[in-house]
T-cell receptor, first 115, second 114 residues
Framework: EPEVTQTPSHQVTQMGQEVILRCVPISNHLYFYWYRQILGQKVEFLVSFYNNEISEKSEIFDDQFSVERPDGSNFTLKIRSTKLEDSAMYFC?????????????FGSGTQLSVL | AQSVAQPEDQVNVAEGNPLTVKCTYSVSGNPYLFWYVQYPNRGLQFLLKYITGDNLVKGSYGFEAEFNKSQTSFHLKKPSALVSDSALYFCAVRTMDSNYQLIWGAGTKLIIKP
């Protein structure tokens, strides 16, 4: 079965530094998502992306966050100036359609640790 | 506020016995219900979904789930557990009020003992 791949699997950074989390969605998918899970908490929606623009974002996704699809295959999440509370597992997902009954395909996540 | 509850942090089942992982939801509007599974060092994998129609839906790896509208539940079941079913299971829901973004339960760790 096709997979969503995420790199790196672990990222350690200093507070205030910029990080870029990378994702390669499934090749024929058109809808892309980022979710995160802080340790011990529920998975939370961050942002959805379609047709080269953000279609939906949560309150978490503030000005420190941005997403980009720079080359037609990668889908990146950038955190401009990381905070301690950004430490979490970040999951990328993609789907072929945008309807509510679509299943999402998830990557294995990037564990971000902000020191 | 919309929410999904998985009341059990962990469920322990002997291999060969039936298993149930519970999920209840509190949303407005018609729910689209999903179960995902996470194996160690792997991403979240889709198991099954309920959109409309038959209340009993069948999914991957022999799992099934029953939608109960009156009890607002969507419990995951399997008639005979395998050790390889041991994983973290997440229930999630999409509704119009969440702009159809997934709202997640906290997850239930399923441990199947040989």
């Amino acid at each position: 079965e096709p997979e969503v791949t995420q790199t790196p699997s672990h990222q350690v950074t200093q507070m205030g530094q910029e990080v870029i989390l990378r994702c390669v969605p499934i090749s024929n998918h058109l809808y892309f998502y980022w979710y995160r899970q802080i340790l011990g908490q529920k998975v939370e929606f961050l942002v959805s992306f379609y047709n080269n623009e953000i279609s939906e974002k949560s309150e978490i996704f503030d000005d420190q966050f941005s997403v980009e699809r720079p080359d037609g295959s990668n889908f990146t999440l950038k955190i401009r100036s990381t905070k301690l509370e950004d430490s979490a597992m970040y999951f990328c997902a993609s789907s072929s359609g945008g309807s509510p009954n679509e299943k999402l395909f998830f990557g294995s996540g990037t564990q971000l640790s902000v020191l | 506020a919309q929410s999904v509850a998985q009341p059990e942090d962990q469920v322990n089942v002997a291999e060969g016995n039936p298993l149930t992982v519970k999920c209840t939801y509190s949303v407005s509007g018609n729910p689209y219900l999903f179960w995902y599974v996470q194996y160690p060092n792997r991403g979240l994998q889709f198991l099954l979904k309920y959109i409309t129609g038959d209340n009993l839906v069948k999914g991957s790896y022999g799992f099934e789930a029953e939608f109960n509208k009156s009890q607002t539940s969507f419990h995951l079941k399997k008639p005979s557990a395998l050790v390889s079913d041991s994983a973290l299971y997440f229930c999630a829901v999409r509704t119009m009020d969440s702009n159809y973004q997934l709202i997640w339960g906290a997850g239930t760790k399923l441990i199947i003992k040989p």
